[in-house]
């Protein structure tokens, strides 16, 4: 049983911090990128952030861009999203999920989080 589990959302006023987690189980990826995506109220997901398996490629949006950090740690099964300087406009619902990595961009696969949402006051 392949599990995603995301953990850290919460609530934060702009200008802040919060750090993201993503604990995965059931197999090992080996091969997987993992990525992190996001659902506002009333509109699509949306690509956030993308990490390969040794950590040495990374994708961002680039609204995030230099405020995001993914990273992960595979001792531990778990992907970060270290994101700052918060804004309004970062409020969602986050989701993990495990994909390819192509050259410039990350395909989702068949396996996902429940999400963890994350609010940024003004």
């Known amino acids: 049983q392949v599990q995603l589990v995301e953990s850290g959302g919460g609530l934060v006023q702009a200008g802040g911090s919060l750090r993201l987690s993503c604990e995965y189980s059931?197999?090992?990826?080996?091969?997987?990128?993992m990525g992190w995506f996001r659902q506002a109220p009333g509109k699509e997901r949306e690509f956030v952030a993308a990490i390969s398996w040794l950590g040495s490629t990374t994708y961002y949006t680039n609204s995030v861009k230099g405020r995001f950090t993914i990273s992960r740690d595979n001792a531990k099964n778990t992907v970060y999203l270290q994101m700052t300087s918060l804004k309004p406009e970062d409020t969602a619902v986050y989701y993990c999920a495990t994909g390819t990595m192509g050259v410039i961009t990350f395909v989702p696969g068949d396996y996902w989080g429940q999400g963890t949402q994350v609010t940024v006051s003004s």
């Open positions: 059931g197999r090992t990826f080996s091969t997987s990128g």
